[in-house]
């Protein structure tokens, strides 16, 4: 365990070395004794002291007062005041020096040591809190994500620089808004971020929209918390190029789905279309062989007729369907002159035979 060190500044030598032995006592290591605000001032050059124990009244152009005030400037060291003296004069220009402690003159060991452990403790605690709030800005100024910090009314009292580059606005301007106030108008229902949640002390998350001071509208996702002071933090991601990848991606799925449901289709009409055209081709070659055996101008001859056209048609539309499901060339020539087939020929196509 570290022993703490402690520089006494008293210009009684008898009580400067009563208190020597007092510290050493307590198990303090002590650096030294010096009886002017100067000389304190210049031992600081070479050694640095956990705490100063700083008689008010000293010798020489500084007294106490002033010295700890140029040492508060320059040094993190704290200091505790030893004085006889406790009018208001001296106690209000101790007070602006923030002192660590105020031991009257004469005390005791305990109240000593009490006061020492004491100013040690708490400065310990201030410079802890200080680093903390230092790695805090720190993270705070650096953060990719957007941080909103808003009071327990919903006003922002702190953004950080991302939460600036996301909106367009700056500090200054963002500071006169409120959590509501980047809502779109016709979001003001669906906010999932309500004070009268925040206030529960639960954490809130979801997702919502802002709109930029060049009037464009962002999706971010947002978790916000009170703190236990009061203050409301939040912090928001920027997720609008990822939702319009999700509605993209939703499109091309349904596009997809649509093209195989289309396939489906191509597929079985393809399927009955060839049944189809197995069946037309024995009704167009009896219908031919037909035609081929009677006498022209005969009313069975003209019945035939209208047969074979409706074939050809009906076979128009089968050639139509499998166009569709794409199970047929497209450049397709029709013979013109049925006759000069052998009749072999025609009889087998008549049966169906491919």
Request: charged residues 30%.
């Amino acid at each position: 365990m570290k022993v703490s060190s402690i520089l006494i500044v008293e210009d009684e030598s008898i009580l400067a070395q009563d208190i020597w032995q007092m510290l050493t006592g307590f198990g303090y290591s002590v650096l030294g004794i010096e009886s002017t605000g100067r000389d304190a001032i210049n031992r600081l050059d070479t050694v640095q002291p956990d705490l100063i124990l700083m008689d008010i009244h000293l010798r020489g152009e500084m007294d106490g007062i002033d010295t700890a005030r140029a040492i508060r400037e320059s040094h993190d060291i704290p200091v505790v005041y030893l004085t006889a003296y406790a009018d208001q004069d001296t106690l209000e220009r101790a007070k602006i020096t923030e002192p660590f402690g105020y031991i009257l003159k004469p005390f005791d060991n305990r109240e000593l040591h009490t006061v020492i452990e004491m100013g040690l403790y708490k400065h310990r605690m201030e410079r802890n809190l200080r680093d903390s709030e230092v790695k805090y800005r720190t993270l705070f100024e650096q953060a990719t994500d957007a941080i909103f910090v808003a009071d327990s009314a919903g006003s922002y009292i702190d953004v950080s620089p991302s939460a600036c580059k996301m909106v367009g606005y700056s500090r200054a301007e963002l500071l006169e808004f409120s959590i509501d106030t980047l809502i779109p108008n016709e979001d003001s229902q669906s906010d999932p971020l309500q004070l009268t949640d925040l206030k529960t002390g639960k954490e809130v998350f979801g997702e919502r929209r802002f709109r930029c001071k060049d009037k464009r509208i962002l999706t971010v996702e947002v978790s916000a918390k009170m703190l236990n002071d009061g203050r409301i933090q939040m912090l928001a991601r920027d997720i609008t190029k990822r939702k319009e990848l999700e509605e993209e991606k939703i499109h091309l799925e349904r596009q997809l789905l649509h093209f195989q449901k289309l396939e489906t289709i191509g597929t079985l009409a393809g399927g009955i279309a060839h049944d189809f055209n197995n069946i037309l081709t024995p009704i167009m070659g009896y219908a031919d062989m037909a035609l081929s055996h009677l006498p022209s101008g005969t009313a069975l001859r003209d019945d035939l007729k209208h047969i074979v056209k409706g074939a050809h048609r009906a076979r128009a539309l089968v050639e139509q369907i499998l166009l569709f499901s794409k199970n047929i060339e497209k450049e397709r020539k029709p013979l013109s002159n049925r006759s000069s087939l052998p009749k072999r020929w025609i009889r087998e196509r008549a049966w169906g035979f491919q």
